[in-house]
């Protein structure tokens, strides 16, 4: 068993890859919801544009 001292600086040194894990992961998170609501806009644009579409034909 290591000291006290030995063992806080252990702990320190663990919740600091861990909190970088997790920033890491939130980066990754919050680049695939950007992927996502884009890939959602493409959809939106490409639905508005057939509607647009087809009021013109029927007009």
């Given at each position: 068993?290591?000291?006290?001292a030995?063992?806080?600086?252990a702990s320190s040194e663990e919740l600091t890859a861990r909190?970088?894990?997790t920033g890491q992961a939130?980066?990754?998170v919050a680049?695939?919801?950007e992927k996502l609501a884009e890939g959602a806009q493409?959809?939106?644009?490409?639905i508005e544009a057939?509607?647009?579409l087809v009021q013109k034909m029927d007009a």
């Open positions: 068993m290591g000291t006290n030995e063992q806080v600086a909190a970088e894990q939130m980066e990754h680049s695939i919801t493409t959809q939106v644009n490409s057939s509607v647009t």
